[in-house]
């Protein structure tokens, strides 16, 4: 509906944004172009950044990351989804299951994932049984594939859920139609699923992005803040700059993740959008 | 044929099986942990942190139980009582806040065209998406200016108006026909009455799962209030699930799973609703 | 469906209730600040005639307080009854007491007083047992027995000792071993309660010596109680029990007690005074003392009310201790502490014109708790008694909080301008906070103690540049290494050292080097090498990387035939350099008892030095400093700093100054004085020990041998070559914590054969470049 009215709804809530978010963030952004002692200095830190091996790497690392954990979430989880589809409370039961990684505290996840991964962990017992060599999980680039696999395990509850709601608005009559026209299961999955799904899509994907800079929490928590190369972060290279005191360098760094942010959302949102 | 589609079932039964023997084992892992001895699980774990020699293993079903870290951990310990009451307190303040502020929010930006609208939406999505430490520094300055810092409101209204709720609820609401609304329009509702009696009930779906997930952010949460909490007396659970050294293991593993326990809850009990779709909810 | 919205409602309106009730309490602390009239004044009054210790202290049932104690230098006996507002004591002379020690004592209302202790007898041996002087100062032996305890492991013990001794003296010997008493306090119905070693409580009749089991606790669990009253309050590392002395049932748990006891554990138990006293006002009130300050308790209440700040009174200094507290007059209270080797009396009394104290504040900012730094802010406090000092920790140890997010909270805070003023560097970023202007140059204070004290100019070198000092150790130590002379010479250089103990090993003579472990051994060598790591451009040089590991892997390999890792949980838990401070002098024990050949360590002490002269005189034997190229290093501690947006300079220098005087160099602890008048102090202390027989040290070995060693007397010389060591010394170890953690922890594995050497060096070299490029 076009009317101004909505304004009114939104208002108190952006006010509070603002304060707490939009503010901060412009503090940030002017901070970029300025010294640690807030002189001016154009676009110095700019420059710096962009100059920083460091921030090469975790550049690299965290765009990689996104890269081969984004699709593969998306895909296990949708495949999870539809299995369920129709089932009764064994799915119910199922999808409750998933959901438990989200809510174990840091602290667990942690103590857990030592347990396993270590080079005298679990995993490397099991696989001595098997007569294998043990792999040093942390510090090799395995450890990327298990904080692939943190990320999955943890994301992949609430993301085959999210599904299930989407798929639960597809009206049935339309399936219906489709075998009756004699569609195969993949064509219907194919021409009916997908299409109804897109508007969930997006929510997934920009969820699951975001999720996917939270993982940090368990690899610093693991690895401390200079882990195995390959799963040297973003976070991690903030962290470390806090540390130092590297405030301009951050301030830069951030504003350049906010574009970064920006551009990603909005070719989403506009790939979205044409289709529709 | 038939043993094709024996074989898709018996697939998909293992696929599903598989993710949920992964999903469920650290829930066990932290149950059977919370039972166990000083000795046994320094035994088990001592490999992994302490660097001794040989390999961890783990029980399942604790050699020798006790119920001693229970105990400790619920009638010995004040700091955790008082922690978790500090996290009920923060976690319970800032969902009523989002219900307050966030719901009015999404659905303003959900049904209502007016200019600026896409770009307050984009803005919002990429201010939930900036990690913390990056404007951690410049919010403490901010919560510093209106005198919030040490008090528990400088984790609560950052919570608040957190915008991650208003992406999720957006979503739900805008799901709604607009034939619905433009119903109870003609019947001569004003538009607060629609979003009450229309908006609300409709997208309730949308309205709990958003909380559900808030809940499990606000709950977990550590850098905010380690940053902006001096005092203990003010921290949340999170902060207190202690360092883990092989002697307090168990006792850690206790909190760990006590503080898991009210996330499990919500979820069980959210769990219906989130996977509810919003046509679900019309057709009935 | 309907159902289930009502309980979500009900839900939702239980995290309300929650919510709206719990948010109004987080301002508590504004509201101390608004100005009170009134406030308890600290004023130290005179110990009663003659009196310098005292023994037991308590309050008499006419309001009066009755203290028995002693002359620490005539060794006279008194019991001193004071008036009924703790003045004007009368004091009477106590004849024939007649022990050798006293382990424990108690005051009880009608004035009567126990002691437990060893009394002389008649036939000049020595028996323990429990003296009772009546209020009338008559003094009588009351006998008493321990109820039988079917203790298995005593039983055990007492097998054993009677090998070696006749039945009857392992008898008393066992006897004291398990039931000497620690502690005994009376309550108010006139029963002696007794804890003994066990740290079991037990209570007696008092006239009868009849003993019945109090309550128990498992072995050192319990570690003090005090009877006020009717209740008897036990206190653990856990926390605080709360037992009625009428029928021994034990009641409900106070949990702002148990709380404040865990924030501040007690850590030593002295004979008769401890870091915490009580006293009651009546059954269900409670007033207490410890380091904190004076605290009202009502039992089962939520809160302590804080009567008195601990700040800039006698109470805040940590080494002191509490004999007891006793109210007295109106609103008053008298406290025995000791300090030092002698008894104070303070007396507390309600002054209602005194203001509220408003103060400047100094802000103090460690990462790491230490005693040190604790002492030199009571000695500040007390020069500066207007300031008030606040020491901020940021690893306390129990909440699990990492020095990164520690130093991350810290970083936020100094940006904000809401800082601490004055920091402990040690385990911080330093070069980062110098670059960003984070720091103030203290280079006038450092003149100021020069011109006064003189300081090692050495040290300040190292941290002075263009004239500038933005920080400074206090303290520090240096790496030594000790052993035969050719072991000594090997050890210039990593590699020839790693080859001369391989040769020793191929001898099998027994242990080389000290047994610390994978750890141990890469620290210590970390701290003697590290130095030549950096190349020109900064960086650490690959081929340096490569020897120190070398060297350490076949050291440990080594030690490992022999390795019982008597050392090695001691570095595990390493945190801070002065965990390790002075190991060796330790190791050099060692080479004494013949565990290891070659001593190598950290000195941080003169008279570390002077037991490591006296082991060579005779053994034979040289020391070295401990450094593999031509820097001569040394550890750093508590490095101090001003951060630059204090707007308390003045306090923060007058703090400084304090830290590097005289004064607090000459306090004994981990590290050598960076102010040179400490140090010389130090040195003549022990010069002059002329008077002091000789004093010998002597072990016993597993196998029953002893060995022993005289103490040297330093002579002018040996100081002088300690002193021109320490003047030699011209640079600081890689000090970055993150480049030593990465070589220690990378380092380990290597040791521990997980990974080889060069995958050990490209990881390392990896890290220290990515930290480097950040």
Redesign the interface.
């Known amino acids: 509906?076009?009317?101004?009215?909505?304004?009114?709804?939104?208002l108190?809530?952006?006010s509070?944004?603002m304060?707490?978010?939009?503010?901060?963030?412009l503090?940030?952004a002017v901070?970029s172009f300025q010294k640690?002692?807030g002189k001016f200095c154009g676009f110095d830190n700019y420059q710096k950044v962009l100059e920083?091996?460091?921030f090469h790497?975790a550049v690299e690392n965290t765009i990689y990351f996104v890269l081969v954990c984004l699709p593969l979430l998306l895909v296990l989880s949708l495949?999870?989804a539809v299995?369920?589809q129709r089932t009764g409370s064994l799915?119910?039961?199922?999808?409750?299951?998933?959901?438990?990684?989200?809510?174990?505290?840091?602290?667990?996840?942690?103590?857990?994932w030592?347990?396993i991964f270590?080079?005298?962990?679990?995993l490397?017992?099991l696989l001595?049984w098997l007569g294998q060599n043990t792999v040093?999980y942390m510090?090799t680039n395995a450890s990327f594939y298990v904080l692939v696999f943190s990320y999955i395990?943890k994301n992949?509850?609430?993301t085959v859920?999210?599904w299930?709601?989407?798929?639960?608005?597809i009206?049935e009559n339309i399936y219906e139609a489709a075998w009756v026209d004699g569609a195969g299961k993949l064509r219907t999955f194919l021409s009916i699923t997908l299409p109804n799904l897109k508007?969930?899509a997006f929510?997934i994907v920009?969820?699951s992005?975001?999720n996917s800079?939270k993982v940090?929490?368990e690899a610093y928590l693991v690895a401390g803040?200079?882990p195995q190369?390959s799963i040297?972060m973003?976070?991690h290279?903030?962290?470390?700059?806090?540390?130092?005191?590297?405030?301009d360098k951050?301030?830069a760094?951030?504003v350049l993740?906010?574009l970064v942010?920006?551009i990603f959302?909005?070719m989403l949102?506009r790939s979205w959008e044409e289709e529709h | 044929m038939r043993i094709t589609r024996c074989a898709g079932k018996l697939c998909?039964t293992v696929?599903?099986g598989l993710?949920?023997i992964?999903?469920?084992?650290?829930?066990l892992?932290?149950l059977s942990g919370s039972f166990m001895d000083s000795l046994e699980l320094s035994e088990l774990?001592a490999?992994?942190?302490q660097?001794k020699e040989?390999?961890?293993?783990?029980h399942w079903i604790p050699r020798y139980p006790t119920l001693q870290n229970i105990i400790e951990l619920l009638l010995d310990s004040p700091e955790f009582y008082k922690m978790f009451w500090n996290s009920v307190k923060i976690t319970g303040t800032i969902l009523i806040g989002q219900l307050?502020?966030?719901m009015?929010?999404a659905?303003?930006?959900a049904?209502?065209?007016?200019p600026g609208?896409k770009q307050?939406y984009?803005?919002?999505?990429?201010?939930?998406?900036?990690?913390f430490?990056?404007?951690?520094?410049?919010?403490y300055?901010?919560l510093d200016k209106?005198q919030l810092l040490n008090s528990q409101w400088s984790v609560i209204?950052?919570g608040?108006?957190s915008?991650?709720s208003?992406?999720?609820m957006y979503?739900f609401f805008?799901?709604i026909p607009?034939e619905v609304?433009e119903a109870a329009r003609m019947d001569g509702a004003n538009?607060w009455q629609v979003?009450c009696h229309i908006g609300v009930p409709l997208g309730y779906?949308g309205i709990i799962?958003a909380m559900v997930?808030q809940f499990?952010e606000c709950w977990?949460q550590?850098e905010r209030p380690m940053a902006f909490l001096k005092q203990k007396e003010l921290w949340s659970l999170?902060l207190y699930?202690p360092e883990?050294s092989t002697e307090k293991?168990g006792f850690?593993?206790a909190a760990?799973?006590v503080?898991?326990l009210p996330?499990?809850f919500v979820?069980?009990y959210g769990?219906d609703y989130?996977?509810?779709?919003?046509?679900?909810t019309v057709q009935k | 469906m309907k159902k289930r919205k009502r309980n979500l409602a009900v839900l939702v309106i239980l995290i309300l209730i929650a919510g709206l009730t719990g948010c109004g309490t987080s301002s508590k602390e504004e509201e101390t600040e608004t100005t009170v009239q009134g406030r308890l004044v600290e004023e130290e009054v005179e110990m009663p005639q003659g009196m310098t210790n005292i023994f037991a202290m308590g309050k008499l049932e006419d309001g009066s307080i009755e203290i028995f104690g002693n002359d620490y230098n005539t060794g006279k006996n008194y019991i001193a009854i004071s008036g009924k507002e703790g003045e004007s004591w009368q004091v009477t002379e106590l004849e024939d007491l007649n022990y050798s020690y006293i382990s424990a004592a108690s005051v009880a209302e009608n004035g009567s007083v126990a002691i437990f202790g060893s009394f002389r007898q008649e036939d000049n041996s020595a028996k323990m047992a429990l003296k009772i002087i009546s209020p009338e100062k008559e003094i009588t032996y009351l006998n008493y027995e321990f109820p039988d305890t079917d203790d298995s492991q005593l039983n055990q013990n007492m097998a054993n000792i009677q090998k070696d001794l006749g039945k009857e003296e392992a008898e008393t010997q066992i006897y004291n071993m398990n039931h000497g008493v620690e502690q005994c306090a009376y309550d108010s119905s006139g029963n002696l309660f007794i804890k003994d070693i066990q740290g079991n409580i037990y209570k007696m009749n008092i006239s009868t010596g009849e003993m019945e089991k109090f309550c128990g606790f498992e072995q050192g669990e319990l570690q003090y109680f005090a009877v006020e009253g009717k209740r008897l309050y036990a206190i653990t590392q856990k926390g605080v029990s709360i037992y009625s002395t009428e029928d021994g049932s034990e009641l409900p748990k106070d949990h702002v007690l148990i709380q404040m006891i865990k924030e501040n554990p007690l850590t030593s138990w002295g004979y008769g005074c401890f870091e915490i006293a009580f006293t009651q006002k009546d059954d269900r009130n409670l007033v207490y003392v410890n380091h904190q300050g004076l605290f009202y308790h009502q039992e089962q209440g939520s809160i302590s009310e804080q009567l008195l700040d601990a700040n800039n009174s006698y109470l805040c200094d940590n080494t002191i201790s509490f004999h007891g507290i006793e109210s007295v007059g109106e609103a008053g209270y008298l406290v025995g502490i000791h300090m030092g080797e002698t008894s104070k009396l303070l007396k507390y009394t309600y002054d209602e014109n005194a203001e509220a104290v408003v103060k400047k504040q100094l802000n103090i900012y460690a990462l790491e708790d230490s005693e040190l730094l604790r002492q030199v802010v009571s000695k500040y406090r007390i020069q500066y008694p207007d300031v008030l000092v606040q020491v901020t920790i940021g690893m306390d140890g129990n909440s699990g909080i990492t020095a990164?997010e520690a130093?991350?909270t810290l970083?936020t805070e100094?940006?904000a301008g809401k800082g601490p003023d004055v920091l402990v560097l040690d385990g911080m970023?330093v070069e980062?906070?110098i670059q960003?202007?984070?720091l103030v140059d203290i280079s006038p204070v450092l003149e100021k103690v020069e011109k006064e004290d003189g300081l090692f100019i050495n040290i300040k070198e190292v941290y002075t540049k263009n004239g500038k000092a933005y920080s400074m150790p206090s303290r520090f130590l240096m790496e030594v290494v000790e052993g035969e002379e050719k072991a000594v010479t090997a050890a210039s250089t990593l590699p020839e050292l790693a080859a001369y103990a391989k040769k020793l090993a191929q001898g099998g003579n027994g242990g080389i080097f000290p047994e610390i472990g994978a750890k141990g051994i890469l620290m210590e060598l970390y701290q003697a090498d590290s130095v030549n790591w950096l190349g020109e451009d900064g960086t650490i040089q690959e081929e340096s990387l490569k020897n120190y590991l070398e060297a350490a892997r076949t050291i440990y390999n080594v030690e490992r035939f022999s390795a019982q890792g008597a050392y090695e949980e001691f570095y595990e838990s390493f945190e801070s350099v002065c965990e390790i401070g002075g190991t060796a002098q330790v190791y050099v024990v060692d080479r004494l008892t013949g565990w290891n050949q070659i001593a190598f360590g950290t000195l941080g002490s003169v008279s570390g030095y002077r037991e490591m002269l006296s082991i060579e005189a005779k053994i034979g034997g040289i020391n070295e400093l401990w450094n593999t190229g031509e820097q001569k290093s040394f550890l750093p501690y508590l490095m101090m700093g001003i951060v630059s947006t204090t707007e308390k300079q003045q306090e923060a220098e007058d703090f400084l100054k304090i830290m590097f005087s005289k004064e607090c160099g000459e306090i004994s602890g981990c590290g050598f004085p960076v102010n040179r008048a400490a140090y010389n102090s130090q040195c003549d202390v022990l010069l002059s020990r002329e008077d002091t027989a000789k004093e010998t040290t002597s072990y016993t070995l597993g196998d029953g041998t002893e060995i022993s060693y005289e103490t040297l007397k330093l002579s002018k010389d040996n100081i002088k070559q300690l002193t021109s060591k320490i003047e030699s010394l011209n640079e600081a170890v890689i000090t970055d914590r993150?480049i030593q953690d990465?070589v220690l922890e990378e380092g380990m594995?290597y040791l521990k054969q997980?990974?080889s050497l060069e995958e050990t060096v490209t990881?390392i070299m990896?890290?220290v470049n990515?930290?480097l490029?950040?």
């Open positions: 509906m076009k009317s101004k009215k909505g304004i009114l709804f939104i108190p809530g952006l509070g944004v304060v707490f978010y939009l503010i901060p963030f503090d940030v901070r640690i002692d920083n091996k460091a790497l495949l999870a299995i369920l799915g119910k039961l199922c999808k409750s299951a998933y959901l438990i990684p989200l809510a174990v505290p840091a602290a667990g996840v942690v103590l857990l030592k347990l270590d080079n005298h962990g679990m490397n017992q001595l040093d510090n395990w992949l509850g609430y859920v999210l299930s709601a989407g798929l639960s608005v009206p508007q969930t929510t920009v969820i992005f975001l800079f940090f929490r803040n200079y190369q040297y973003l976070q290279l903030f962290n470390n700059w806090f540390r130092e005191l590297d405030m951050m301030a760094a951030a993740l906010f942010i920006l959302v909005y949102h | 998909k696929f599903l993710c949920a992964i999903t469920i084992c650290p829930l892992f932290l774990i490999p992994v942190i660097g040989g390999m961890a293993g783990w307050v502020f966030a009015p929010s659905w303003g930006l049904r209502y065209e007016f609208k307050i984009f803005l919002y999505i990429i201010l939930m998406m900036l990690p430490q990056v404007t951690m520094l410049s919010e300055l901010v209106i209204l950052p608040i108006f915008t991650f208003v992406f999720l979503r805008a799901g607009e609304l538009e979003f779906a799962s997930l499990l977990n550590i999170a699930l883990i293991a850690a593993m760990a799973f503080a898991l996330a499990l979820f069980l769990q989130l996977e509810r779709g919003i046509t679900a | 990164e130093i991350r970083n100094i940006m970023p980062s906070y960003k202007g984070m993150v990465f594995k997980e990974q990881e990896q890290k990515l930290y490029a950040e």
